[in-house]
């Protein structure tokens, strides 16, 4: 069964610092990693996607892929009150991620202002 | 904004009782994907739709639910003879091929 693992939290970090979200998958077939954000009673928004080992900055945020480790992270520097969220990690078998996503249960984000 | 729309936002239905949820992809998205949320947990994979056709369900989709895009536009979803345990948030997501998805803002069902 594919399952993927996140530390529910909450994650309570200062304004201005760097938040470090963690994300564990089992399925050693994922091709596809996504990171996307939910605010409280509105849908998941694509924050990052991610297919290769290594790192992907796109301005705050950095994904980090380690496919030998099954983990994929993501962080997100000056971080903001408004990024105060839950974090979804998702991953999928298909390179193009067109198959269902497998979501993990979240990572609730605080960033004390 | 042409982003991916869902109706109804809210459906409050007795037991027992069918319901139909409409999703309407970002235009020009060829894959159509359902899922369901419940509190405190990530969004579960129930259906993917390439067009018309309907290529992959997750053994969460029970007899109960059938989901159909008749024409490769809009999808619709409907949970006969509804339960307790179909209380959830109903999300839909498009795509174009090779792409991430992008939900919509979701259809929330309670059940009394």
């Known amino acids: 069964q594919k399952e993927v693992e996140q530390n529910s939290g909450p994650l309570s970090v200062p304004e201005g610092a760097i938040a470090s979200l963690n994300c564990t998958y089992s399925?050693?077939?994922?091709?596809?990693f996504f990171w996307y954000r939910q605010y409280s009673g509105k849908s998941p928004e694509l924050i990052m996607s991610?297919?290769?080992?290594g790192d992907k900055e796109d301005g705050r945020f950095t994904a980090q892929l380690n496919k030998a480790s099954q983990y994929v992270s993501l962080l997100i520097r000056d971080s903001q009150p408004s990024d105060s969220a839950t974090y979804l990690c998702a991953v999928t078998r298909d390179g193009g991620g067109a198959d269902g996503l497998t979501f993990g249960k979240g990572t609730h984000l605080i960033i004390q202002p | 904004d042409t982003g991916v729309s869902q109706n109804p936002r809210h459906k409050i239905t007795k037991r027992g009782q069918n319901v139909t949820f409409r999703c309407d992809p970002i235009?020009?998205?060829?894959?159509l994907y359902w899922y369901r949320q419940t509190l405190g947990q990530g969004p579960e994979f129930l259906t993917y739709?390439?067009?018309?056709?309907?290529?992959?369900k997750s053994r969460l989709l029970s007899d109960r639910f059938s989901a159909e895009r008749p024409k490769g536009s809009f999808s619709t979803l409907e949970i006969q003879r509804t339960e307790q345990g179909d209380s959830a948030m109903y999300l839909c997501a498009s795509s174009p091929a090779d792409q991430p998805q992008h939900f919509g803002d979701g259809t929330r069902l309670s059940i009394l």
């Open positions: 399925d050693r077939g994922s091709q596809s």
């Open positions: 235009s020009e998205h060829n894959r």
């Open positions: 739709f390439q067009n018309e056709a309907q290529l992959e």
């Open positions: 991610i297919y290769s080992n």
